[in-house]
Protein backbone atom coordinates (compact mmCIF):
# COMPACT_ATOMS: atom_id res chain seq x y z
CA UNK A 1 0.00 0.00 0.00
CA UNK A 2 1.38 3.45 -0.63
CA UNK A 3 0.14 6.74 1.58
CA UNK A 4 1.17 10.25 1.15
CA UNK A 5 1.34 12.93 3.60
CA UNK A 6 1.61 16.13 2.95
CA UNK A 7 2.49 18.99 5.25
CA UNK A 8 2.87 22.82 5.05
CA UNK A 9 3.84 23.27 8.48
CA UNK A 10 6.06 21.39 10.29
CA UNK A 11 3.75 21.02 13.31
CA UNK A 12 1.42 18.94 11.12
CA UNK A 13 3.75 16.08 12.41
CA UNK A 14 2.05 16.24 15.73
CA UNK A 15 -1.14 14.65 13.82
CA UNK A 16 0.46 12.56 11.43
CA UNK A 17 2.69 10.66 13.71
CA UNK A 18 0.49 8.12 15.10
CA UNK A 19 -0.40 7.26 11.48
CA UNK A 20 3.49 7.64 10.23
CA UNK A 21 4.48 5.11 12.37
CA UNK A 22 2.01 2.62 11.79
CA UNK A 23 2.78 2.67 8.34
CA UNK A 24 5.93 2.24 8.49
CA UNK A 25 5.44 -0.74 10.50
CA UNK A 26 2.96 -2.27 8.01
CA UNK A 27 6.00 -2.26 5.51
CA UNK A 28 3.89 0.86 3.70
CA UNK A 29 5.54 2.95 0.65
CA UNK A 30 5.05 6.11 2.61
CA UNK A 31 6.18 9.43 1.49
CA UNK A 32 6.37 12.94 3.35
CA UNK A 33 5.68 15.84 0.69
CA UNK A 34 6.98 18.96 2.52
CA UNK A 35 5.92 22.60 1.17
CA UNK A 36 8.94 25.47 1.27
CA UNK A 37 6.83 26.58 4.10
CA UNK A 38 9.02 23.49 5.87
CA UNK A 39 12.72 24.72 6.84
CA UNK A 40 15.03 22.78 4.87
CA UNK A 41 17.16 21.38 8.12
CA UNK A 42 17.17 18.35 10.32
CA UNK A 43 13.79 17.05 12.02
CA UNK A 44 14.24 14.49 14.45
CA UNK A 45 11.62 12.96 14.55
CA UNK A 46 12.00 12.38 10.33
CA UNK A 47 15.92 11.39 11.04
CA UNK A 48 14.83 8.82 13.26
CA UNK A 49 12.37 7.03 11.00
CA UNK A 50 14.95 7.44 8.31
CA UNK A 51 17.12 5.32 10.24
CA UNK A 52 15.09 2.78 10.60
CA UNK A 53 12.28 2.66 7.74
CA UNK A 54 14.72 3.79 4.69
CA UNK A 55 13.38 0.99 2.08
CA UNK A 56 10.13 2.41 2.38
CA UNK A 57 10.35 5.76 3.43
CA UNK A 58 10.83 9.01 0.78
CA UNK A 59 10.81 12.55 2.18
CA UNK A 60 9.95 14.94 -0.99
CA UNK A 61 10.22 18.83 -1.69
CA UNK A 62 8.27 21.00 -3.63
CA UNK A 63 8.27 24.72 -4.42
CA UNK A 64 4.83 25.30 -5.31
CA UNK A 65 1.61 24.05 -6.52
CA UNK A 66 2.97 24.31 -9.74
CA UNK A 67 5.82 21.90 -8.49
CA UNK A 68 3.36 19.24 -7.23
CA UNK A 69 1.50 19.31 -10.54
CA UNK A 70 4.62 18.59 -12.70
CA UNK A 71 5.45 16.05 -10.75
CA UNK A 72 1.80 14.54 -10.56
CA UNK A 73 3.01 11.02 -11.91
CA UNK A 74 4.38 10.55 -8.26
CA UNK A 75 0.84 10.10 -7.01
CA UNK A 76 0.67 6.82 -9.51
CA UNK A 77 -0.87 3.84 -7.57
CA UNK A 78 -1.17 6.40 -4.20
CA UNK A 79 -3.84 4.42 -1.79
CA UNK A 80 -4.24 7.34 0.79
CA UNK A 81 -3.12 10.93 0.67
CA UNK A 82 -3.36 12.60 3.62
CA UNK A 83 -3.42 16.16 4.68
CA UNK A 84 -5.37 19.00 7.17
CA UNK A 85 -6.30 21.71 5.08
CA UNK A 86 -7.51 22.08 1.50
CA UNK A 87 -4.87 22.85 -1.30
CA UNK A 88 -4.91 24.36 -3.98
CA UNK A 89 -3.23 21.60 -6.41
CA UNK A 90 -5.65 19.68 -5.76
CA UNK A 91 -7.88 20.99 -7.90
CA UNK A 92 -6.09 20.14 -10.78
CA UNK A 93 -7.75 17.54 -13.26
CA UNK A 94 -5.04 15.01 -13.41
CA UNK A 95 -4.79 15.01 -9.64
CA UNK A 96 -8.21 14.89 -9.23
CA UNK A 97 -8.24 11.77 -11.48
CA UNK A 98 -5.27 10.20 -9.64
CA UNK A 99 -6.71 10.82 -6.17
CA UNK A 100 -10.68 11.05 -6.08
CA UNK A 101 -11.73 8.76 -3.04
CA UNK A 102 -8.42 8.51 -1.78
CA UNK A 103 -7.81 11.99 -0.05
CA UNK A 104 -7.78 11.83 4.03
CA UNK A 105 -8.39 14.85 6.04
CA UNK A 106 -7.74 14.46 9.76
CA UNK A 107 -9.69 17.18 12.06
CA UNK A 108 -6.86 18.64 14.26
CA UNK A 109 -9.06 20.02 17.32
CA UNK A 110 -10.70 23.49 16.69
CA UNK A 111 -8.16 24.71 13.69
CA UNK A 112 -10.08 22.44 11.23
CA UNK A 113 -13.07 24.83 11.45
CA UNK A 114 -11.26 27.85 12.39
CA UNK A 115 -8.68 27.59 9.74
CA UNK A 116 -11.54 27.67 6.71
CA UNK A 117 -13.52 30.58 9.21
CA UNK A 118 -10.08 32.57 8.42
CA UNK A 119 -9.04 31.58 5.38
CA UNK A 120 -9.60 34.13 3.84
CA UNK A 121 -7.17 36.05 6.31
CA UNK A 122 -4.88 33.85 6.31
CA UNK A 123 -4.17 33.41 2.81
CA UNK A 124 -5.27 36.27 0.97
CA UNK A 125 -3.84 35.57 -2.14
CA UNK A 126 -5.10 31.93 -2.19
CA UNK A 127 -8.76 31.34 -3.42
CA UNK A 128 -10.61 28.45 -1.46
CA UNK A 129 -11.25 25.60 -3.64
CA UNK A 130 -13.90 23.28 -3.05
CA UNK A 131 -12.79 20.51 -4.66
CA UNK A 132 -15.32 18.19 -6.61
CA UNK A 133 -14.38 14.70 -6.02
CA UNK A 134 -14.72 12.29 -3.14
CA UNK A 135 -12.70 12.45 -0.34
CA UNK A 136 -12.83 11.36 3.51
CA UNK A 137 -12.45 13.91 6.56
CA UNK A 138 -11.88 11.85 9.49
CA UNK A 139 -13.76 13.80 12.27
CA UNK A 140 -13.31 13.34 16.68
CA UNK A 141 -16.81 12.82 17.28
CA UNK A 142 -20.00 14.62 15.77
CA UNK A 143 -21.40 16.20 18.85
CA UNK A 144 -17.69 18.50 19.11
CA UNK A 145 -17.46 18.44 15.33
CA UNK A 146 -21.04 19.91 14.65
CA UNK A 147 -21.26 22.48 17.19
CA UNK A 148 -18.21 23.84 15.74
CA UNK A 149 -20.19 24.13 12.72
CA UNK A 150 -23.27 25.64 14.41
CA UNK A 151 -20.90 28.29 15.79
CA UNK A 152 -19.39 29.58 12.59
CA UNK A 153 -22.11 28.96 10.77
CA UNK A 154 -24.57 31.20 13.01
CA UNK A 155 -21.45 34.43 13.77
CA UNK A 156 -19.63 34.13 10.48
CA UNK A 157 -19.61 36.89 7.86
CA UNK A 158 -21.19 35.89 4.46
CA UNK A 159 -17.88 35.06 2.94
CA UNK A 160 -16.61 33.38 5.86
CA UNK A 161 -20.02 30.79 6.02
CA UNK A 162 -19.10 30.27 2.36
CA UNK A 163 -15.66 28.76 3.19
CA UNK A 164 -17.19 26.62 6.02
CA UNK A 165 -19.42 24.91 3.07
CA UNK A 166 -15.80 23.16 1.86
CA UNK A 167 -17.15 20.76 4.94
CA UNK A 168 -20.51 20.27 3.86
CA UNK A 169 -19.99 19.43 -0.01
CA UNK A 170 -21.56 16.35 -0.42
CA UNK A 171 -18.44 15.19 -2.01
CA UNK A 172 -17.18 14.61 1.66
CA UNK A 173 -17.76 11.79 3.49
CA UNK A 174 -17.27 12.50 7.26
CA UNK A 175 -16.42 9.82 9.68
CA UNK A 176 -16.26 9.61 13.85
CA UNK A 177 -12.57 8.34 14.31
CA UNK A 178 -11.78 9.78 17.16
CA UNK A 179 -8.89 11.65 18.46
CA UNK A 180 -5.56 9.65 17.75
CA UNK A 181 -2.80 12.19 18.72
CA UNK A 182 -2.00 10.04 22.00
CA UNK A 183 -1.82 6.37 21.38
CA UNK A 184 -0.89 2.90 23.14
CA UNK A 185 3.25 3.74 21.85
CA UNK A 186 2.33 7.32 24.20
CA UNK A 187 0.41 6.10 27.02
CA UNK A 188 2.97 3.43 27.72
CA UNK A 189 6.03 5.84 28.41
CA UNK A 190 7.84 4.82 31.18
CA UNK A 191 7.29 7.31 34.05
CA UNK A 192 10.93 6.58 35.24
CA UNK A 193 12.72 7.08 31.96
CA UNK A 194 11.19 10.36 31.31
CA UNK A 195 12.50 11.65 35.12
CA UNK A 196 15.38 10.34 34.61
CA UNK A 197 16.10 11.81 30.83
CA UNK A 198 15.08 15.36 32.08
CA UNK A 199 16.46 14.98 35.57
CA UNK A 200 13.52 15.02 37.39
CA UNK A 201 13.63 13.11 41.25
CA UNK A 202 12.01 9.96 40.93
CA UNK A 203 9.83 10.53 44.08
CA UNK A 204 8.88 14.22 42.76
CA UNK A 205 5.54 15.11 41.80
CA UNK A 206 4.98 17.27 38.91
CA UNK A 207 2.43 20.41 38.10
CA UNK A 208 3.16 21.88 34.49
CA UNK A 209 1.94 25.34 34.12
CA UNK A 210 1.81 26.46 30.04
CA UNK A 211 2.02 30.20 30.05
CA UNK A 212 0.48 32.90 28.48
CA UNK A 213 0.53 32.59 24.51
CA UNK A 214 1.44 36.07 24.27
CA UNK A 215 3.05 37.64 21.23
CA UNK A 216 3.76 41.40 20.70
CA UNK A 217 2.66 41.43 17.11
CA UNK A 218 -0.86 40.31 17.79
CA UNK A 219 -3.95 42.82 17.32
CA UNK A 220 -5.83 44.40 20.57
CA UNK A 221 -2.45 44.53 22.22
CA UNK A 222 -3.48 46.64 25.24
CA UNK A 223 -4.85 43.66 27.52
CA UNK A 224 -2.54 41.24 26.13
CA UNK A 225 0.17 43.53 27.09
CA UNK A 226 -1.02 44.10 31.01
CA UNK A 227 -1.86 41.57 31.67
CA UNK A 228 1.35 39.40 30.05
CA UNK A 229 3.38 41.06 27.80
CA UNK A 230 4.92 43.61 30.01
CA UNK A 231 6.22 40.99 32.26
CA UNK A 232 8.12 38.93 29.85
CA UNK A 233 10.71 41.39 28.82
CA UNK A 234 10.67 41.41 25.47
CA UNK A 235 14.14 39.87 24.95
CA UNK A 236 14.72 38.66 21.33
CA UNK A 237 15.80 34.92 22.01
CA UNK A 238 18.29 33.41 19.74
CA UNK A 239 19.69 36.56 18.99
CA UNK A 240 23.63 37.81 19.61
CA UNK A 241 23.87 38.32 22.82
CA UNK A 242 25.03 42.12 22.56
CA UNK A 243 23.71 45.33 24.21
CA UNK A 244 21.73 46.54 21.40
CA UNK A 245 19.66 42.97 21.60
CA UNK A 246 19.60 42.67 24.79
CA UNK A 247 19.35 46.44 26.80
CA UNK A 248 18.22 48.77 23.76
CA UNK A 249 15.51 46.72 22.05
CA UNK A 250 13.83 45.29 25.20
CA UNK A 251 13.66 48.51 26.65
CA UNK A 252 12.47 50.30 23.75
CA UNK A 253 9.71 47.99 23.24
CA UNK A 254 8.70 47.51 27.13
CA UNK A 255 8.45 51.56 27.01
CA UNK A 256 6.36 51.92 23.34
CA UNK A 257 4.36 48.28 24.58
CA UNK A 258 3.35 50.64 27.83
CA UNK A 259 1.87 53.16 25.61
CA UNK A 260 -1.01 50.92 24.16
CA UNK A 261 -1.82 49.80 28.40
CA UNK A 262 -3.68 53.53 28.60
CA UNK A 263 -5.79 53.05 25.71
CA UNK A 264 -7.98 50.98 27.14
CA UNK A 265 -9.65 51.95 30.55
CA UNK A 266 -9.99 47.99 31.49
CA UNK A 267 -6.48 47.41 30.57
CA UNK A 268 -4.94 50.29 32.92
CA UNK A 269 -7.74 48.89 35.42
CA UNK A 270 -5.44 45.27 35.59
CA UNK A 271 -2.26 47.12 35.31
CA UNK A 272 -3.06 49.25 38.76
CA UNK A 273 -4.35 46.38 40.52
CA UNK A 274 -1.49 43.38 39.21
CA UNK A 275 -3.99 41.11 37.55
CA UNK A 276 -1.24 39.86 35.96
CA UNK A 277 0.70 36.55 34.91
CA UNK A 278 3.26 37.54 37.33
CA UNK A 279 0.79 37.26 39.97
CA UNK A 280 -0.43 33.49 38.55
CA UNK A 281 3.11 32.36 38.30
CA UNK A 282 3.55 33.36 42.28
CA UNK A 283 0.63 31.61 43.16
CA UNK A 284 1.42 28.39 41.40
CA UNK A 285 4.64 28.65 43.07
CA UNK A 286 2.93 28.92 46.79
CA UNK A 287 0.57 25.98 45.76
CA UNK A 288 3.78 23.41 44.77
CA UNK A 289 5.51 24.70 47.79
CA UNK A 290 2.27 23.96 49.90
CA UNK A 291 2.05 20.37 48.10
CA UNK A 292 5.64 19.33 47.73
CA UNK A 293 5.17 20.05 43.61
CA UNK A 294 7.95 20.05 41.01
CA UNK A 295 6.69 23.10 38.92
CA UNK A 296 7.94 22.81 35.58
CA UNK A 297 6.78 25.52 32.54
CA UNK A 298 6.40 24.68 29.32
CA UNK A 299 8.03 26.65 26.98
CA UNK A 300 7.21 27.47 23.01
CA UNK A 301 9.48 28.74 20.95
CA UNK A 302 7.43 31.28 19.73
CA UNK A 303 5.70 32.36 23.19
CA UNK A 304 8.10 34.69 25.29
CA UNK A 305 8.00 33.63 29.13
CA UNK A 306 6.92 36.54 31.89
CA UNK A 307 10.47 36.86 33.20
CA UNK A 308 9.51 35.82 37.07
CA UNK A 309 8.74 32.57 35.44
CA UNK A 310 12.47 32.17 35.25
CA UNK A 311 13.07 32.57 38.70
CA UNK A 312 9.99 30.66 40.32
CA UNK A 313 9.81 27.56 38.75
CA UNK A 314 11.88 24.69 38.87
CA UNK A 315 12.18 23.66 35.72
CA UNK A 316 11.63 25.82 32.21
CA UNK A 317 11.15 22.64 29.63
CA UNK A 318 11.44 23.51 25.76
CA UNK A 319 8.80 21.74 23.71
CA UNK A 320 10.92 21.35 20.58
CA UNK A 321 10.02 21.36 17.42
CA UNK A 322 11.08 18.55 15.38
CA UNK A 323 10.40 16.44 18.51
CA UNK A 324 7.63 14.35 17.71
CA UNK A 325 5.97 11.03 19.15
CA UNK A 326 6.34 12.15 21.72
CA UNK A 327 6.22 15.53 22.04
CA UNK A 328 8.02 16.85 24.78
CA UNK A 329 4.70 18.35 26.62
CA UNK A 330 3.07 14.54 25.74
CA UNK A 331 6.29 13.47 28.00
CA UNK A 332 5.66 15.66 30.59
CA UNK A 333 1.93 15.07 30.95
CA UNK A 334 3.39 11.64 31.51
CA UNK A 335 4.41 12.34 34.84
CA UNK A 336 2.47 14.91 35.54
CA UNK A 337 -0.10 15.79 38.67
CA UNK A 338 -1.89 18.63 37.58
CA UNK A 339 -1.57 20.71 34.28
CA UNK A 340 -2.54 24.41 33.84
CA UNK A 341 -3.39 26.03 30.54
CA UNK A 342 -5.38 29.47 29.34
CA UNK A 343 -7.86 28.32 26.53
CA UNK A 344 -5.75 25.73 25.00
CA UNK A 345 -6.21 22.72 23.04
CA UNK A 346 -3.43 20.71 25.11
CA UNK A 347 -6.14 20.07 27.33
CA UNK A 348 -7.63 16.89 24.66
CA UNK A 349 -3.90 15.16 25.47
CA UNK A 350 -4.61 15.89 28.89
CA UNK A 351 -7.83 13.96 29.51
CA UNK A 352 -6.82 11.23 27.22
CA UNK A 353 -3.56 10.49 29.61
CA UNK A 354 -5.97 10.77 32.31
CA UNK A 355 -4.27 13.95 33.93
CA UNK A 356 -5.94 16.78 35.52
CA UNK A 357 -5.99 20.01 33.75
CA UNK A 358 -7.19 23.62 35.33
CA UNK A 359 -8.00 25.78 32.34
CA UNK A 360 -7.48 29.87 33.41
CA UNK A 361 -10.64 31.75 32.01
CA UNK A 362 -10.15 34.80 30.40
CA UNK A 363 -12.00 37.84 29.82
CA UNK A 364 -13.33 38.48 25.56
CA UNK A 365 -10.15 41.08 25.15
CA UNK A 366 -7.85 37.31 24.89
CA UNK A 367 -10.12 36.67 21.85
CA UNK A 368 -9.02 39.95 20.10
CA UNK A 369 -12.78 40.75 20.19
CA UNK A 370 -13.89 37.70 17.76
CA UNK A 371 -17.20 36.43 18.60
CA UNK A 372 -16.16 33.30 17.07
CA UNK A 373 -12.67 32.06 18.67
CA UNK A 374 -15.20 33.46 22.41
CA UNK A 375 -17.40 30.91 21.00
CA UNK A 376 -15.00 28.01 20.32
CA UNK A 377 -13.12 28.21 23.35
CA UNK A 378 -15.86 28.80 25.29
CA UNK A 379 -15.15 28.07 29.26
CA UNK A 380 -18.96 27.76 29.79
CA UNK A 381 -19.73 24.57 31.79
CA UNK A 382 -19.91 21.05 30.32
CA UNK A 383 -17.32 22.40 27.31
CA UNK A 384 -13.94 21.28 26.51
CA UNK A 385 -12.74 23.65 29.31
CA UNK A 386 -15.04 23.49 31.96
CA UNK A 387 -16.22 19.14 32.43
CA UNK A 388 -16.70 18.58 36.17
CA UNK A 389 -13.80 15.94 37.33
CA UNK A 390 -12.17 16.41 34.31
CA UNK A 391 -11.19 19.80 33.89
CA UNK A 392 -11.42 22.62 36.42
CA UNK A 393 -12.26 26.39 35.44
CA UNK A 394 -11.19 29.23 37.28
CA UNK A 395 -10.87 32.84 36.05
CA UNK A 396 -7.68 34.60 36.54
CA UNK A 397 -8.82 36.40 39.91
CA UNK A 398 -9.54 33.16 41.43
CA UNK A 399 -6.35 31.99 40.63
CA UNK A 400 -4.33 34.82 41.82
CA UNK A 401 -6.34 35.17 45.00
CA UNK A 402 -7.54 31.65 45.80
CA UNK A 403 -5.52 28.83 44.16
CA UNK A 404 -2.28 29.42 46.12
CA UNK A 405 -3.95 27.82 49.41
CA UNK A 406 -5.90 24.71 47.73
CA UNK A 407 -4.89 21.13 47.98
CA UNK A 408 -3.82 18.63 45.13
CA UNK A 409 -6.41 15.70 46.11
CA UNK A 410 -8.59 18.40 45.69
CA UNK A 411 -8.24 17.39 41.70
CA UNK A 412 -9.26 13.83 41.30
CA UNK A 413 -10.71 12.47 38.25
CA UNK A 414 -14.37 11.19 38.31
CA UNK A 415 -13.68 8.22 35.46
CA UNK A 416 -17.63 8.34 34.58
CA UNK A 417 -17.21 12.36 34.24
CA UNK A 418 -13.71 11.38 31.77
CA UNK A 419 -16.44 8.73 29.52
CA UNK A 420 -18.53 11.48 29.07
CA UNK A 421 -15.89 13.91 28.31
CA UNK A 422 -14.42 11.58 25.72
CA UNK A 423 -17.83 10.34 24.18
CA UNK A 424 -18.48 14.37 23.61
CA UNK A 425 -14.86 15.42 22.58
CA UNK A 426 -12.87 12.71 21.78
CA UNK A 427 -14.11 9.71 20.49
CA UNK A 428 -17.37 8.14 19.92
CA UNK A 429 -16.00 4.45 20.61
CA UNK A 430 -17.68 3.33 17.65
CA UNK A 431 -14.16 0.73 16.84
CA UNK A 432 -11.98 -1.36 18.99
CA UNK A 433 -8.71 0.00 20.97
CA UNK A 434 -7.09 -2.99 19.83
CA UNK A 435 -7.57 -1.88 15.66
CA UNK A 436 -4.96 -0.22 13.74
CA UNK A 437 -5.50 3.53 12.63
CA UNK A 438 -5.42 1.99 8.73
CA UNK A 439 -7.29 -1.42 9.61
CA UNK A 440 -10.04 0.80 10.91
CA UNK A 441 -9.82 3.36 7.83
CA UNK A 442 -10.12 0.71 5.36
CA UNK A 443 -13.47 -0.99 7.56
CA UNK A 444 -14.90 2.41 7.16
CA UNK A 445 -14.52 2.81 4.19
CA UNK A 446 -16.15 -0.56 3.31
CA UNK A 447 -19.09 0.28 5.03
Not at 34 to 44: A, L
Not at 135 to 144: A, G, N, Y
Amino acid sequence: MKVIFYLSKEGHYRVYAPWISEALKLKYSVELWHNKEIPNTSIPFIDSLIDHYKDNLAVRRFNNDEDIIQNSYLLDATDFFFNLYPENFLSNSIIKKKLNGKVVNIQSGVDTVLTLHYWNKIHKDKFLHLHDYKKIILIWTKTFFNKQIEITKKFSSSNDKSNISYLLNSNIKKYSFGFREIDRNTLNLSNKEIKKSMKIPEEKKVLIYLPYPYAFSRSHKSWFIAFSGLYSGFTDEGKKNNFFNKIIIPYSKTFFASLFIFLNIKSFYWFLLQINEKQIIKSIRTFCNENNLLFIIKKRKKHRIAKIGYKLADKIIDDHEGLYYPTNYQKLLKISSLVIGYHSTSVFEAVRMRKPYINIECPKEHFRGEEILQRIHSAKQNYIYNFRGVVWNYDIRYMINKFKSMKLDMFQLDAKQIKKYEENFLDEKRYSDEEGLFEKLIKMKKE
